[in-house]
């Protein structure tokens, strides 16, 4: 599955969603409504990700 990477493109609010970070590591995060109405991830900060991608789901 490929990444998100576009400025703009974030996921849906509240769902969990893997990151790329910078440094190259994968971790789990969200998108939340900041205190003034913005959107940002709940646990780092924007200049920390890279990009995102849904989290596939394993049967």
Excluded at 23 to 52: L, Q
């Amino acid at each position: 599955m490929s990444w998100h990477t576009e400025w703009g493109d974030f996921p849906e609010l509240y769902k969990e969603v893997e990151i790329l970070m910078t440094d190259g590591s994968i971790k789990r995060d969200m998108m939340v409504k900041g205190k003034y109405g913005n959107y940002e991830w709940r646990n780092w900060t924007d200049k920390c990700v890279v990009g995102w991608r849904p989290i596939e789901k394993t049967t």
